[in-house]
């Protein structure tokens, strides 16, 4: 079954830089545009970053344009997130999703917390 796995969160603070990760299974990862996405706490979930199949077309929020950076690599089914520049109005809870025939996939999410 589709599988999305996020792992690197953790609390880091002002200024600081976080990569995280997402591990793909259970589906072909290489024809899919993937995107993340956060929550914070009392707040709905917003769309962060997305990429096209190939890695070639990167799109941003306005929030994080300049310092997140989405990438893939396809020939280990992951999808990153580089976190630069963290603020805490970054703290979320983090998640990668696949769209797969009309259908959204969602990890379990990573939890980011940016603090002094």
């Known amino acids: 079954q589709v599988q999305l796995v996020e792992s690197g969160g953790g609390l880091v603070q002002p200024g600081g830089s976080l990569r995280l990760s997402c591990a793909a299974s259970g589906f072909a990862f290489s024809p899919y545009g993937m995107s993340w996405y956060r929550q914070a706490p009392g707040k709905e979930r917003e769309w962060v970053a997305a990429?096209?199949?190939?890695?070639?077309?990167?799109m941003y929020a306005d929030s994080v344009k300049g310092r997140f950076t989405i990438s893939r690599d396809n020939g280990l089914n992951t999808l990153y997130l580089q976190m630069n520049s963290l603020k805490p109005e970054d703290t979320a809870v983090y998640y990668c999703?696949?769209?797969?025939?009309?259908?959204?996939?969602w990890g379990q999410g990573t939890q980011v917390t940016v603090s002094s």
């Open positions: 990429i096209s199949s190939s890695g070639t077309t990167t």
């Open positions: 999703k696949v769209v797969l025939r009309g259908t959204n996939y």
